[in-house]
């Protein structure tokens, strides 16, 4: 298990009935990298993978 896949769980276990918008999603990212601004990088990885259809490339 890596170190992250806590996180997960905890997220799953703690909101896994819940159903969220993505914008909703882009809000509390955004509020986590102007908290966290060594992360931004990270963030913004993962924002443009969920981004991405299958199909793209790049």
């Given at each position: 298990?890596?170190?992250?896949?806590?996180?997960?769980?905890?997220?799953a276990d703690r909101r896994g009935d819940e159903e969220v918008t993505l914008s909703w999603l882009a809000a509390k990212m955004r509020d986590f990298v102007d908290a966290n601004p060594e992360f931004e990088t990270a963030v913004e990885r993962l924002a443009?993978?969920?981004?991405?259809?299958?199909?793209?490339e790049d």
């Open positions: 298990m890596y170190f992250t896949d806590r996180g997960l769980e905890e997220l443009t993978y969920l981004a991405r259809d299958d199909g793209d």
